[in-house]
């Protein structure tokens, strides 16, 4: 991918990231009252967006032909068990990336 | 003593900055982007899973368009984080600027919680914890696109690792309320619209669908109960 177009795209994600960091400081930051409905999107919308960034990162398996998901499959039992099991988040990504590349790499390998 | 202070603060946020900074560094420099990739990335965006998102973004040949749409919704939390520190980022002065620009989920807890000891000027301490916080980012990400340079074994599969992180947050969101409808609008309006529009342009109609259904819900009585409970961390 050329450099400019990156550099572009940093740029996007950047100024965007910046913009909702500092809205609530230029337009509430006065005495004003934040609208109920932001406060509402606020405070629902994380919960929706990390399930639909799951699927996002899950986008590309192919359940109907080999290997079936399976590799994608064990990688996330792995990561569900240990995060319900340690509570640990380094632990469960460490290990689950671990068996998801065992598993590419070495036993779904066809 | 403000130093010695916020370092302190900072010790758990410093092993899981370095850690995931790591890990984003080596998926990045798979993906063929540099150490000054990473750099610029962790100094300029200075957000943990959108810049995990913005590799995908990048190798994938997303528009601009759907860049900034994404980071609109993955950053969402942020006005919310704005919102409940303006009285106590009010009288920080020249440091306000940066302030409001490291403010992350990270930051945000150490800045939000309880009161500084006596002794310790609350102002300098919150630019301190927010400064080394980046520090630990920056460095994290660093480290890991050099060691993903010299690399020699086989890392296909590494991208996993963005899953994983997704993964547990959406555990960890699970197991801290009991209403999980808005989780469940996420998956299933993203399942939906993945099947209807296919791989490469299925986003941009999920945010939509999410927000609309969300907004949709709002007016539903039974609903108004999920916004008090507890706040959704990354």
Known sequence: ?110 | MNIRYAFKRSLPVMAGYLVLGMGFGILLEANGYGVWWAFCMSLFIYAGSMQYVAVDLLTGGASLLAAALMTLMVNARHLFYGISMIDRYKDTGAKKPYLIFALTDETYSLVCSGEVPEGVDKNRYFFLVSLLNQSYWIAGSVAGAFIGSLLTFNTSGIEFSMTALFIVVFVEQWKGTSNHLSSLIGVAASLVCLSIFGAERFLIPSMLAITTALMVLRKIPCTKQAEKGGDADE
């Open chain 1, 1 to 110: 991918m050329n450099n400019l177009y990156s550099g572009l795209m940093v740029a996007v994600i950047a100024i965007v990231t910046l913009l909702l960091r500092a809205l609530p400081f230029l337009f509430f930051g006065g005495k004003k009252k934040t609208p109920a409905f932001v406060q509402y999107l606020s405070k629902m919308l994380p919960y929706a967006i990390i399930g639909m960034l799951v699927v996002y990162c899950l986008r590309g398996v192919k359940v109907w032909s080999a290997p079936y998901g399976l590799p994608e499959l064990l990688g996330t039992g792995t990561v569900v068990f240990l995060h319900l099991w340690k509570r640990n988040t380094l632990l469960s990504i460490a290990l689950g990336t671990v068996v998801y590349m065992v598993s590419v790499q070495f036993v779904f390998s066809i």
